[in-house]
Protein backbone atom coordinates (compact mmCIF):
# COMPACT_ATOMS: atom_id res chain seq x y z
CA UNK A 1 0.00 0.00 0.00
CA UNK A 2 1.35 3.68 -0.80
CA UNK A 3 1.64 6.00 1.88
CA UNK A 4 0.30 9.35 -0.03
CA UNK A 5 1.38 12.95 2.29
CA UNK A 6 0.27 16.22 2.26
CA UNK A 7 1.38 18.89 4.57
CA UNK A 8 -2.40 20.19 4.80
CA UNK A 9 -5.71 19.29 4.72
CA UNK A 10 -6.38 21.64 1.76
CA UNK A 11 -3.96 20.05 -0.30
CA UNK A 12 -5.06 16.56 0.56
CA UNK A 13 -8.98 17.79 0.30
CA UNK A 14 -7.65 19.18 -3.44
CA UNK A 15 -5.79 16.17 -4.53
CA UNK A 16 -8.26 13.58 -3.53
CA UNK A 17 -11.63 15.76 -3.05
CA UNK A 18 -13.74 12.29 -2.68
CA UNK A 19 -11.58 10.98 0.11
CA UNK A 20 -12.42 10.99 3.92
CA UNK A 21 -11.38 14.20 5.90
CA UNK A 22 -8.33 13.92 7.08
CA UNK A 23 -6.73 16.25 9.57
CA UNK A 24 -3.17 16.69 10.33
CA UNK A 25 -1.45 13.92 12.31
CA UNK A 26 -4.54 11.52 11.00
CA UNK A 27 -4.67 9.36 8.07
CA UNK A 28 -7.24 7.59 6.45
CA UNK A 29 -7.79 4.53 3.82
CA UNK A 30 -8.94 5.67 0.55
CA UNK A 31 -9.64 4.16 -2.97
CA UNK A 32 -7.83 5.40 -5.72
CA UNK A 33 -7.37 4.11 -9.18
CA UNK A 34 -8.65 0.99 -8.13
CA UNK A 35 -6.30 0.58 -5.20
CA UNK A 36 -6.11 1.36 -1.59
CA UNK A 37 -3.61 4.35 -0.49
CA UNK A 38 -2.99 4.98 3.24
CA UNK A 39 -3.79 9.15 2.95
CA UNK A 40 -1.85 10.84 6.05
CA UNK A 41 -1.97 14.88 6.46
CA UNK A 42 1.52 15.34 8.18
CA UNK A 43 1.40 18.83 8.95
CA UNK A 44 3.73 21.75 7.51
CA UNK A 45 7.58 21.48 7.88
CA UNK A 46 10.59 19.40 7.91
CA UNK A 47 9.97 18.37 11.77
CA UNK A 48 6.21 17.71 11.53
CA UNK A 49 6.81 15.86 8.18
CA UNK A 50 9.83 13.60 9.61
CA UNK A 51 7.66 12.97 12.90
CA UNK A 52 4.55 11.79 11.09
CA UNK A 53 6.18 9.83 8.03
CA UNK A 54 8.59 7.77 10.93
CA UNK A 55 5.52 6.89 12.56
CA UNK A 56 3.37 5.77 9.28
CA UNK A 57 6.46 3.90 7.76
CA UNK A 58 6.38 1.65 10.91
CA UNK A 59 3.38 -0.26 9.26
CA UNK A 60 4.57 -3.22 7.64
CA UNK A 61 1.78 -2.96 4.22
CA UNK A 62 3.31 -0.06 3.25
CA UNK A 63 5.65 -0.19 0.26
CA UNK A 64 5.90 3.17 -0.75
CA UNK A 65 5.76 6.84 -0.46
CA UNK A 66 4.38 9.98 -2.30
CA UNK A 67 4.35 13.60 -1.64
CA UNK A 68 2.15 15.81 -3.14
CA UNK A 69 2.08 19.41 -2.25
CA UNK A 70 2.19 22.92 -4.20
CA UNK A 71 5.55 24.94 -4.45
CA UNK A 72 7.39 27.93 -5.40
CA UNK A 73 8.97 28.40 -7.84
CA UNK A 74 12.33 30.29 -8.09
CA UNK A 75 12.04 31.58 -11.73
CA UNK A 76 8.47 31.20 -13.42
CA UNK A 77 9.73 30.64 -16.38
CA UNK A 78 11.44 27.64 -15.71
CA UNK A 79 8.77 26.25 -13.85
CA UNK A 80 5.48 28.20 -14.70
CA UNK A 81 2.95 29.10 -12.21
CA UNK A 82 0.59 26.28 -12.03
CA UNK A 83 2.83 23.10 -13.84
CA UNK A 84 3.34 20.09 -12.49
CA UNK A 85 6.69 18.78 -11.04
CA UNK A 86 8.30 15.75 -10.37
CA UNK A 87 11.20 16.20 -7.81
CA UNK A 88 14.72 14.93 -9.06
CA UNK A 89 16.89 15.81 -5.98
CA UNK A 90 16.16 17.42 -2.89
CA UNK A 91 18.10 20.07 -0.79
CA UNK A 92 18.07 20.90 2.68
CA UNK A 93 19.84 23.85 2.69
CA UNK A 94 19.85 25.00 6.47
CA UNK A 95 21.89 21.69 7.72
CA UNK A 96 25.53 22.02 8.49
CA UNK A 97 27.43 24.81 9.53
CA UNK A 98 26.56 28.19 8.75
CA UNK A 99 28.66 31.39 7.67
CA UNK A 100 27.67 35.05 8.25
CA UNK A 101 25.39 34.98 5.14
CA UNK A 102 23.30 32.42 6.00
CA UNK A 103 24.68 29.68 4.03
CA UNK A 104 25.47 26.35 5.25
CA UNK A 105 28.48 23.80 4.57
CA UNK A 106 26.77 20.38 5.18
CA UNK A 107 29.86 18.62 6.28
CA UNK A 108 31.49 21.66 8.22
CA UNK A 109 30.35 19.76 11.18
CA UNK A 110 31.61 16.62 10.25
CA UNK A 111 28.29 14.58 11.14
CA UNK A 112 26.75 12.95 8.07
CA UNK A 113 22.91 12.66 9.21
CA UNK A 114 22.92 8.92 7.75
CA UNK A 115 24.19 6.43 5.80
CA UNK A 116 21.75 4.45 3.08
CA UNK A 117 22.89 2.52 0.12
CA UNK A 118 26.63 2.65 0.64
CA UNK A 119 26.41 6.22 0.96
CA UNK A 120 26.63 9.46 3.41
CA UNK A 121 23.70 11.92 3.64
CA UNK A 122 24.30 15.31 4.53
CA UNK A 123 21.99 17.48 3.16
CA UNK A 124 21.06 16.26 -0.51
CA UNK A 125 19.03 13.45 -1.75
CA UNK A 126 19.16 12.22 -5.52
CA UNK A 127 16.11 10.92 -6.50
CA UNK A 128 14.86 8.58 -9.16
CA UNK A 129 11.48 9.65 -9.77
CA UNK A 130 11.09 7.83 -13.08
CA UNK A 131 12.42 4.86 -11.77
CA UNK A 132 10.10 4.76 -8.57
CA UNK A 133 6.76 6.47 -10.29
CA UNK A 134 7.36 2.96 -12.19
CA UNK A 135 8.18 0.66 -9.25
CA UNK A 136 4.67 2.04 -7.79
CA UNK A 137 2.68 1.74 -10.43
CA UNK A 138 1.86 5.26 -11.18
CA UNK A 139 2.06 7.34 -14.24
CA UNK A 140 3.85 10.72 -14.75
CA UNK A 141 2.12 13.41 -16.80
CA UNK A 142 3.05 14.32 -20.06
CA UNK A 143 4.59 17.74 -20.09
CA UNK A 144 5.26 17.37 -16.12
CA UNK A 145 8.89 19.11 -15.00
CA UNK A 146 11.69 17.24 -13.92
CA UNK A 147 12.75 19.84 -10.87
CA UNK A 148 15.50 19.91 -7.96
CA UNK A 149 13.58 20.66 -4.67
CA UNK A 150 14.72 22.93 -2.11
CA UNK A 151 13.48 22.44 1.23
CA UNK A 152 13.37 25.07 3.91
CA UNK A 153 12.11 25.78 7.29
CA UNK A 154 11.09 29.23 6.71
CA UNK A 155 9.60 30.13 3.72
CA UNK A 156 11.73 32.57 1.57
CA UNK A 157 10.80 36.17 1.69
CA UNK A 158 12.62 38.11 -0.44
CA UNK A 159 14.36 38.34 -3.87
CA UNK A 160 17.77 38.24 -2.25
CA UNK A 161 17.60 34.85 -0.48
CA UNK A 162 15.99 33.45 -3.54
CA UNK A 163 18.62 34.18 -5.74
CA UNK A 164 20.94 33.23 -3.30
CA UNK A 165 19.20 29.60 -2.67
CA UNK A 166 18.60 28.95 -6.95
CA UNK A 167 22.46 29.83 -7.06
CA UNK A 168 23.98 27.27 -4.08
CA UNK A 169 21.35 24.62 -4.79
CA UNK A 170 20.66 24.45 -8.61
CA UNK A 171 17.22 25.18 -7.07
CA UNK A 172 13.81 25.08 -9.10
CA UNK A 173 10.98 24.90 -6.44
CA UNK A 174 10.84 25.60 -2.67
CA UNK A 175 8.88 23.29 -0.44
CA UNK A 176 8.96 22.68 3.36
CA UNK A 177 8.49 19.04 3.67
CA UNK A 178 10.22 17.34 0.38
CA UNK A 179 13.70 16.50 2.04
CA UNK A 180 11.57 14.93 5.00
CA UNK A 181 9.50 12.83 3.27
CA UNK A 182 12.42 12.13 1.02
CA UNK A 183 14.89 10.95 3.68
CA UNK A 184 12.24 8.73 5.54
CA UNK A 185 11.18 7.12 2.34
CA UNK A 186 14.97 5.80 1.69
CA UNK A 187 16.01 5.17 5.25
CA UNK A 188 12.82 2.76 5.29
CA UNK A 189 14.07 1.40 1.47
CA UNK A 190 10.60 2.01 -0.21
CA UNK A 191 10.36 4.08 -3.33
CA UNK A 192 9.82 7.45 -3.48
CA UNK A 193 7.90 10.42 -5.17
CA UNK A 194 6.99 13.72 -4.90
CA UNK A 195 5.20 15.91 -6.99
CA UNK A 196 4.25 19.60 -6.73
CA UNK A 197 2.42 22.51 -8.32
CA UNK A 198 3.72 25.56 -8.77
CA UNK A 199 1.78 28.08 -6.93
CA UNK A 200 4.26 31.55 -6.50
CA UNK A 201 7.35 32.96 -7.55
CA UNK A 202 9.57 32.24 -4.54
CA UNK A 203 11.01 35.61 -2.70
CA UNK A 204 8.04 37.69 -4.08
CA UNK A 205 5.06 38.81 -1.24
CA UNK A 206 3.13 40.61 -4.67
CA UNK A 207 -0.28 38.97 -4.90
CA UNK A 208 0.05 38.92 -8.67
CA UNK A 209 2.65 36.72 -7.97
CA UNK A 210 0.68 34.11 -6.47
CA UNK A 211 -2.01 32.10 -7.19
CA UNK A 212 -2.67 28.97 -4.95
CA UNK A 213 -6.32 28.48 -5.97
CA UNK A 214 -4.79 27.72 -9.51
CA UNK A 215 -1.98 25.53 -8.17
CA UNK A 216 -4.42 23.46 -6.17
CA UNK A 217 -6.86 22.55 -9.48
CA UNK A 218 -3.45 21.39 -10.59
CA UNK A 219 -2.83 19.22 -7.95
CA UNK A 220 -6.27 17.75 -8.44
CA UNK A 221 -5.44 17.29 -12.21
CA UNK A 222 -1.68 15.61 -11.08
CA UNK A 223 -3.27 13.12 -8.34
CA UNK A 224 -6.08 12.22 -11.07
CA UNK A 225 -2.77 11.39 -13.62
CA UNK A 226 -0.76 9.71 -10.86
CA UNK A 227 -3.33 7.46 -9.95
CA UNK A 228 -5.69 6.67 -13.30
CA UNK A 229 -6.77 3.32 -13.29
Known amino acids: ML ?4 ATANEMRAAFPAAPAVGQGETAEYEAGGRT ?3 GVTGVGLLNTALRAGQWLVRSDVDGVVDLGIAGGYDLHETPMGSACFAGAETWPEYGLLDAHGAADPMGLGFAQAEAGGSRIWNRLELSPERD ?5 LALGHGWLRATGVTVSGVTGTPERADRLKLS ?9 GFAAAYAAILRGVPFLEVRTI ?6 REPGDWNLKGALRSLHDAANTLFAA
Open 3 to 6: LVLT
Open 37 to 39: VLL
Open 133 to 137: AQRMG
Open 169 to 177: CNGQMENME
Open 199 to 204: SNLVGS
